[in-house]
């Protein structure tokens, strides 16, 4: 997964190491339906980098406000 989640900072041109979008991906797998506004106060990032985010996580097939069994797999 590690690998999957660099390459999805990479793609989003993140600043933040990978670990943020792993933090993200525990907020969805643990918060069933979890929007965007609460996994920004979550990951301590703004909005649009979230939603960025999540475009990418359901590009993957993992979903966008909850996780598919794709991205529970991931986990």
Not at 32 to 45: D, E, G, I, R
Not at 58 to 71: E, F, I, M, P, Q
Request: aromatic content about 6%.
């Amino acid at each position: 997964m590690q690998k999957q989640l660099r390459q999805i900072a990479a793609d989003m041109q993140l600043e933040e190491h990978y670990h943020t979008l792993e933090k993200a991906l525990l907020a969805l797998y643990f918060h069933k339906n979890c929007p965007t506004k609460s996994l920004a106060h979550t990951t301590n990032l703004p909005i649009p980098i979230v939603s960025a985010m999540k475009k990418e996580f359901s590009k993957r097939g993992w979903g966008k406000h909850s996780l598919t069994k794709k991205g529970q797999l991931a986990v």
